[in-house]
């Protein structure tokens, strides 16, 4: 079992619908959890981070956290073609340093 | 203000050549990081820097893999002897804290073994 998982996707949603995507992850002292979005070509760019299990919310994106079932999501309110790219979903385990474990991305298209 | 850069971004070696990769992260940041990507992944853990000091390489595939950050900012992944799975994108992150903070990521150098 992948330590963190995430469908591969594509997912494709219309313009304006709410885009889903999710992450589930094995290790139980994952502390922190983070979204990055990467464009064809590009190099991953933060978009949220979550601490604490519940939503946070910045702009068009809610990320939410259930630590209980382990598992991370990222909501897309009112997509746009812009927002088609790549998220990849990572965590951070304290006890193992700073590095991140990422899944392998969900292919997101978000068509007009 | 400046973000994290890489060069070169893209490099094509011979195999067997050495290769040397540089990064610059983000003025002030104490950690930072390598991470090596293949095609329809996610990038993947070498090695961790806090400071000068690498806390953690654990992720480096093998002895021909080495790194340093020897004044605590500019860091050099270096792979000897270069092979054909070696070809990947090498991707340097850095954060502010030592442990827990944001990372933001250089643009990456594109390395192509032939």
């Known amino acids: 079992q992948k330590e963190v998982e995430q469908n591969s996707g594509p997912l494709s949603v219309p313009e304006g619908a709410i885009a889903s995507l999710n992450c589930t992850y094995s290790?139980?002292?994952?502390?922190?959890f983070f979204w990055y979005r990467q464009y064809s070509g590009k190099s991953p760019e933060l978009i949220m981070f979550?601490?604490?299990?519940g939503d946070k919310e910045d702009g068009r994106f809610t990320a939410q956290l259930n630590k209980a079932s382990q598992y991370v999501s990222l909501l897309i309110r009112d997509s746009q073609p812009s927002d088609s790219a790549t998220y990849l979903c990572?965590?951070?385990?304290?006890?193992?340093?700073?590095?991140?474990?990422f899944g392998q991305g969900t292919e997101l298209s978000v068509k007009p | 203000g400046a973000g994290v850069s890489q060069s070169p971004r893209y490099k094509v070696a011979k195999r067997g050549q050495d290769v040397a990769l540089r990064c610059d992260p983000i003025?002030?940041?104490?950690?930072l990081f390598w991470y090596q990507q293949a095609l329809g992944q996610g990038p993947e853990f070498l090695t961790y820097?806090?400071?000068?000091?690498?806390?953690?390489k654990s992720g480096l595939p093998s002895d021909r893999f080495f790194a340093e950050r020897p004044e605590g900012s500019v860091s050099t992944l270096k792979i000897q002897r270069t092979q054909q799975e070696d070809s990947a994108v090498y991707l340097c992150?850095?954060?502010?804290?030592?442990?827990?903070?944001?990372?933001?990521f250089g643009p990456g150098t594109r390395l192509t073994v032939t």
């Open positions: 820097f806090q400071n000068e000091a690498q806390l953690d």
């Open positions: 003025s002030g940041h104490v950690s």
């Open positions: 290790d139980r002292g994952s502390q922190s």
């Open positions: 992150a850095s954060s502010l804290a030592a442990v827990g903070a944001e990372q933001y």
């Open positions: 990572a965590v951070l385990i304290y006890n193992q340093g700073g590095k991140l474990i």
């Open positions: 979550i601490y604490s299990n």
